[in-house]
C-alpha cells in the first residue's frame, strides 16, 4: 500500500500540491457583465481574476462566491466574513480612513458614466446638475451626491435590479439619465449599434479604483494576496483578460 502510495505521489505532484491549499473564499456581490457574466460556468473578469490567483498562490486555493451586498455588510458589522471580498472601495464602506478593514492595492480601474439619450444629451457637472431630473440607478446603490438629493426630494430616482435593465428604462423615455459602470457599459454596447443610441457625459459622476477588502480577522492572508495583485499588475495574461472585456 505504502508503496502505491508513492507512485502516487511521483506521478501526481501538482494533485497533492492542490489539495495542501488552504481554501478561501472570495465575495463578490455584483452579479452583472462583465464582473460576473454566468456563475453556473464561471465565466466574467470576477472569475478569471480568481483563476489568475490560482495560478500565482502555492499557498491557497481560491473560490468565487456571490453573496448580496446586505448579506455581506451583516457578515462585515458581525465580524463573521470568513473570506475576502472583491471589486470594491473605501468609500463604498465607510473607510476612507482605512481603518476598519485592510486594504489590497488596484484590481482595476472603473468608473460610473451618466448615459443619457444622444436626442436629450446631459451633461453632468456635479450632483446639482441633476436636480429636477428622474434618474436611473440600480437598487442598493450609493451614489456620492445623488442620494442625498433624492431624499431631499430634489431628484427622482427609479431603481431597476441591475445597470442592463436602465439603458432600457432610457430607451423608452423613463428615465432622463442613468448611472451605469463604465466597464457594464462597454460590455453591453460592445459590437452593437447602441453606442450610436446613448450618450456618455465628458464628466463622469465617480472614478474608482476596484480592490479587495480583506477583513482583520483574515490579517495572515493579507501579504501574500497583496503580492500577488502586485504580480499580477505585470501579468500579461491578466492584462489581456482585462482588455477583452472592454
Known amino acids: 500500500m505504502v508503496k502505491y502510495w508513492l507512485i502516487f505521489l511521483l506521478l ?4 497533492f500540491a492542490a489539495q495542501a491549499k488552504a481554501k478561501m473564499t472570495v465575495y463578490a456581490y455584483h452579479l452583472q457583465p462583465p464582473l460576473i457574466i454566468d456563475i453556473d460556468n464561471q465565466t466574467g473578469l470576477y472569475f478569471d481574476f480568481v483563476r489568475q490567483l490560482n495560478k500565482l498562490s502555492d499557498n491557497y486555493q ?23 471580498l472583491l471589486g470594491v472601495n473605501p468609500k463604498w464602506f465607510k473607510d476612507k480612513a482605512e481603518q476598519k478593514y485592510l486594504w489590497t492595492s488596484t484590481v482595476f480601474t472603473d468608473r460610473d458614466e451618466i448615459v443619457s439619450l444622444k436626442a436629450t444629451p446631459l451633461e453632468y457637472q456635479s450632483p446639482d446638475s441633476l436636480k429636477g431630473k428622474v434618474i436611473g440607478g440600480v437598487r442598493g446603490f450609493y451614489y456620492a451626491g445623488i442620494n442625498e438629493l433624492v431624499a431631499g426630494g430634489k431628484v427622482s430616482r427609479v431603481d431597476t435590479a441591475g445597470e442592463a435593465a436602465l439603458l432600457t428604462m432610457l430607451t423608452k423615455g423613463r428615465v432622463d439619465a442613468a448611472i451605469i459602470g463604465r466597464s457594464m457599459y462597454d460590455y453591453l454596447v460592445k459590437g452593437s449599434a447602441l453606442g450610436n443610441t446613448f450618450h456618455l457625459s465628458e464628466k463622469p459622476h465617480d472614478s474608482y479604483n476596484r480592490r479587495v477588502l480583506v477583513p482583520k480577522s483574515q490579517r495572515a492572508i493579507f501579504s501574500h494576496l497583496q503580492a500577488l495583485i502586485t504580480e499580477l499588475d505585470q501579468d500579461c495574461l491578466w492584462q489581456l483578460a482585462l482588455k477583452q472585456y472592454q
Open 12 to 15: 501526481c505532484p501538482t494533485a
Open 62 to 84: 481560491f473560490e468565487l462566491a456571490f453573496v448580496p451586498r446586505k448579506r455581506l455588510e451583516a457578515m462585515l458589522q458581525r465580524d463573521e466574513m470568513p473570506g475576502i
